[in-house]
DNA sequence: AGACCAAATATGGTCAGACCATACATCCTG
DNA sequence: CAGGATGTATGGTCTGACCATATTTGGTCT
């Protein structure tokens, strides 16, 4: 009766909480991993004595953070599978952000600056055949490219595989959440500058110096890089 | 009554996406910020034509991305306020997905790195008083710190206010997101050590760089500190 | 008038049950 | 044996009810 004053920030366990954190725990005790199956909506309801609709919460959040993906049906692909999607999550994450003024343009793109930056030095210090060719795959599409979308796309696969070049998956995850929060920006800044000879200079440049080994270049190529795409950081806002 | 007439013809976006997708819309159009109000969940259903529990589904989302946080109850704190909470967003992210292997601790450590060196950087750049004097304030706790696991949190402190001082918001929410991720084997990581004179040795290298404003010897102290605190990077897996 | 307590009310949290939509599985034809 | 009709397991959604919580309101006693 005198527990009457509750206030947030106390401990209040929701149900679809619960369910999370039983998910979770099964996922590490079973060693779950991706393409593995967890139970039907109703069959977890019923396991964990609790509705549904709390059930399908939790999933929404487990979906949300890119770890399951939900299908209808029958079969062995139908259910909730595990999956490893944590790209769509950032991309979510900064786009809601931004939206909100929470995160500047300006943050973003410094951000962006200091990853390619340490992902460039590092391709260059243990180059991936594969990686850079597909960066020479990009920059000849730049080439080919007949509008600004078109150029932007092969823009982002350039710097994408600028990033598997350096051989880790967050940093991979985090730069494609990136590119897709700036998409826009980056189209924009396209059709401001009109000649994208400038840019193609960079790009070779900063292939080149992976190619070569040298990490110092490479950084200092990105670094260039983005200081003309991005000339100003932003307007901020 | 909206059961009457339902449009099979494209491929079916799915009831609380377009309830994501027209709260999106609403903050970008009215332009709301953290603090304001959505509105009640029976509201939001009514004024969208779906049912509550779309609408719960749209906002159990919205809140594992932190912008939206709900309160039960009546007054102005009571329903879903928007807020901007990217670090927790971050933290399960990174947990579910070292959980599934999708991440290897070798990465985690690796993107800590190279955004502490930043900060540093950074932060020498640019010196702001009220973090580099947090910095110092971390650096006597953990002076005083009787366990280990004191010892991390004070640590925590002390890097997040490091991540602060580079003034970058995005910033500090991942290497909140980090630590977080990394707390329980920063606690092995200092009993294994069991001295700790070195990492103060270096905390104290780290904050006079800063005040003096010497990037180059504030991103080469943070190096040399984190191959202290994790000499082999973990075994990858 | 003021203080205090009880009821009303608004809000999120949860559950149960019922449908629908989908896609594979199974069976029954011909 | 091929191919369509039916069965069934799965997610997706809606409705309505009830609970828990916290503020607002209003009435009562001092």
Chains 1, 2 share one sequence.
Not at 57 to 67: D, F, P, S
């Amino acid at each position: 009766m005198t527990t009457g004053e509750r206030r947030r920030t106390d401990a209040r366990p929701r149900a679809f909480e619960e369910v999370l954190a039983r998910i979770e725990e099964r996922i590490a005790a079973d060693g779950l991993t991706v393409g593995d199956r967890l139970p039907g909506e109703r069959q977890l309801a019923e396991q964990l004595g609790v509705g549904r609709s709390s059930v399908r919460e939790a999933l929404r959040v487990l979906e949300t953070l890119g770890v399951v993906a939900s299908q209808a049906g029958r079969g062995p692909d139908a259910g909730a599978v595990l999956t490893s999607r944590p790209g769509d999550a950032l991309t979510d994450l900064l786009r809601l952000h931004l939206g909100l003024a929470t995160l500047s343009m300006r943050e973003v793109i410094d951000t962006r600056l200091m990853i390619e930056q340490w992902a460039a030095a590092r391709a260059a210090a243990a180059p991936a055949r594969t990686a850079t060719a597909r960066m020479a795959e990009a920059i000849a599409a730049m080439d080919a490219a007949r509008d600004p979308a078109e150029f932007v796309e092969h823009d982002i696969a350039f710097h994408l595989a600028l990033a598997e070049a350096a051989g880790n998956r967050l940093i991979v995850a985090v730069v494609r959440a990136l590119r897709d929060a700036l998409r826009r920006y980056a189209v924009d800044a396209v059709v401001r500058l009109g000649d994208t000879g400038g840019l193609q200079d960079d790009h070779r440049r900063i292939h080149r110096a992976i190619e070569d080994g040298d990490a110092g270049a490479a950084a200092a190529a990105v670094a260039e890089h983005l200081a003309r795409a991005y000339p100003e950081s932003g307007p901020d806002s």
